[in-house]
Every structure is written in C-alpha cells, then in structure tokens.
T-cell receptor, first 117, second 116 residues
Framework: AQKITQTQPGMFVQEKEAVTLDCTYD???????LFWYKQPSSGEMIFLIY??????QNATEGRYSLNFQKARKSANLVISASQLGDSAMYFC??????????????FGKGTLLTVNP | DVKVTQSSRYLVKRTGEKVFLECVQD?????MFWYRQDPGLGLRLIYF???????EKGDIPEGYSVSREKKERFSLILESASTNQTSMYLC???????????????FGPGTRLTVT
C-alpha cells in the first residue's frame, strides 16, 4: 500500500489565485513528520514546509500553508496568490521511524502545477 | 554554500558495467539517503545510512548496494548495471543528529544515469 498518495498528477491555476495540492498518508506511528518539496524544471529539490504530527497549529511559510487534518490523515499544501514561478512539480513526503531512533523519508508521486498568466 | 554534491550530473554506462555514484555532504550530518526518481513514480528510497558503516535497505534495494566508509561520503553501487536502472538518482542528507528531529533534507543536484 502506498504510504503517501497524491491524487492529482497535474493541476492548473490562474496567476494570483490560490491552489490546493492534495496529499494523504498512511502510518501507524504516533510521531511523524510531513513535508512538501518543490522541484522546478531545473531539477533541484526545494524544501517548502514541514508539519509535525504533534503540532497543533497548521504550518505556514509565507505564501505556503499546510492544511493538516490528522484524523483524515491528510496534509494538503495551499499556495496563495500563485505566481508564474510556482510552476513546478510538488512532492509530499512523510518521515517515519525505521527502527530504533532512525527514520526514513517516503515521497508521493508528485503533482505537476502549471500557473497560467 | 555547497551542502550536498554528487560526482556527476550526467552518466552513460553500458549494460553489465559496475557503476559508482558518489555523494558528499559538507555539513557533518549522520544521515544520508539515496533515491531514484522516475516520471510518474516520484522519489523511491533505495538505501539510507544513519552512521559510518551502517546502512539500511529502503523500498527498492534490489540491484543496488551502498558504502559509507567516511561520514561525509555515501556511495551507491550498481553491481551490474541494467537498462531498467536508467533513472535520475538523488542523494539527500538531513541536518541534525542521527537521533534528532530534522525539518528539512538537503538534496544533491542529482545524477541522470543512462544505461545502454
């Protein structure tokens, strides 16, 4: 079974509008972390935002916010006021324990966001 | 401001060759990861290491091995390259200690490997 599910292979949004990228996860850990990364066409992976499973408030970083619904096991990324430079692949990822105090990071398949002028 | 480097951006090898992909981090991190990225499949974890000479299998270790002789260097080895190993390979290293919580994971620029 997939650990991280991103159901939207591609999304389109008009410049200056908000967009939500979906992510659901599956884990039996009580303590875990959720991440969003951006990968532009140049290929580098850019960290955007992090949410810990015990964090009570939704994480925000500038125009990025993470809509964390623990009971639903969802961690959607909201980008407000989209810009042309937001066009990229977006990956949701989860950190969970891998025995002892070690952990691993598992990624979803990604969502390709295109911002239209 | 270099953090994670990979030995090659592009690599072309022949079927059956032994291939070494090198990753070096200059942040004194304990954890290092190797992923492969394929269209429509996202990033899949191959192997990771949480200490020198320590390694743990990820989700798709078959056909790969790793080496971590020094803290800063984590090598991915394709013992006998095959065409289905043509892919983008990404190395990553999170900050913090092996037992700590890290909020981001620094990635290398990637190595695009083609096996012909």
């Amino acid at each position: 079974a997939q650990k991280i599910t991103q159901t939207q292979p591609g999304m389109f949004v008009q410049e200056k509008e908000a967009v939500t990228l979906d992510c659901t996860y599956d884990t039996s850990d009580q303590s875990y972390g959720l991440f969003w990364y951006k990968q532009p066409s140049s290929g580098e992976m850019i960290f955007l935002i992090y949410q810990g499973s015990y964090d009570e408030q939704n994480a925000t970083e500038g125009r990025y916010s993470l809509n964390f619904q623990k009971a639903r096991k969802s961690a959607n990324l909201v980008i407000s006021a989209s810009q042309l430079g937001d066009s990229a692949m977006y990956f949701c990822a989860m950190r969970e324990h891998s025995g002892g105090s070690n952990y691993k990071l598992t990624f979803g398949k990604g969502t390709l966001l295109t911002v239209n002028p | 401001d270099v953090k994670v480097t990979q030995s090659s951006r592009y690599l072309v090898k022949r079927t059956g060759e032994k291939v070494f992909l090198e990753c070096v981090q200059d942040m004194d991190h304990e954890n290092m990861f190797w992923y492969r990225q394929d269209p429509g499949l996202g990033l899949r974890l191959i192997y990771f290491s949480y200490d020198v000479k320590m390694k743990e299998k990820g989700d798709i270790p078959e056909g790969y091995s790793v080496s971590r002789e020094k803290k800063e260097r984590f090598s991915l080895i394709l013992e006998s390259a095959s065409t289905n190993q043509t892919s983008m390979y990404l190395c990553a290293s999170p900050p913090g200690t092996g037992t700590g919580i890290s909020y981001e994971q620094y990635f290398g620029p990637g190595t695009r490997l083609t096996v012909t």
